[in-house]
């Protein structure tokens, strides 16, 4: 889709956001409110992945991998009109999703106008939409859509649109994101940086230790960050522990040795950072396993 005018907070949408030194776009650090905020958890989940680089190399995937990576999210953007293969990027956690292309707001607007959404009033930088039933509420500025739902993972009490200016309020810098809420997951979104697919959570520090399983005691925080490469996909399963002293380099090596996931990478190096441990390894495209269920 290609820009065009549009009234309202939206008329610079499809307006790229990403300048050089700005954060990735839609950005763990940018969007995620603290834990807490919609529903009643200390920790969630989210991914964060760009369909649209994917999908340039989505013959090379075996097919129900790519089937997965495609389904992830899909209902966000079936909501607003997106197709897999033109969306940059998009960030999800609970039924929610910041979603940034280019796009023409009056397609996306005409889209939610047909599922009988109505325009509420402007919020900030966003125009924004409500469904007919409250259950779910989208936000349009920039080269960003905000979906938020206040039914699946993270429902509660508050109505949609509550739950869109909660994200919204923690992207202006007028909420606490998840953070500067937590240490712990900022560790975890710094190592993890920019790539292709990536998933992170925080979780209460393990007592316990099961190498077969990559669970290691005083482990705090876990993410996997998989980049698009030459020669396949290179992916980094990061630990993040509460203290440096918890690492046991030798637990690090044989769930190293232990794991199948690590079957079929060309090589692996394991580094320490900190509190914060790293393995990398690099694949076939074909052999690529979308780890979103290892953390």
Known sequence: MKVAAASGAAAL????????????AASTSGWLYEPGTVADVEHYLALRYRPAALAERG?????????????IGASARDLVG???????AQLLFGQNSVIETEFEASDVVAVLESDDFTEADAYGDFDVYVGPDEDAAVGIGGSTVVVARSTGIFGSADNA??????ILDVNAGDAESYGEDSEDFQTLADAVADGDVQSVRTH???TETDTEDGV?????ARGVDSRLVDD???TTFVRVFNEASDIDGGDVED????NDTFADFESVDVSTDGRVVEVTGTEQTGAYEFYVSDI
């Open 13 to 24: 949408a499809g307006c790229s956001s990403i300048l050089p030194g700005s954060e990735p």
């Open 59 to 71: 013959a090379n995937f075996d097919d129900d991998v790519y089937d997965a990576m495609q389904a």
């Open 82 to 88: 997106f197709d897999f293969e033109e969306t940059d």
């Open 161 to 166: 649109e509550a739950i869109l200016e909660a």
């Open 204 to 206: 209460e520090e393990t």
């Open 216 to 220: 290691f005691a005083g482990e705090v």
């Open 232 to 234: 396949g996909i290179e």
């Open 255 to 258: 769930w190293v040795d232990a």
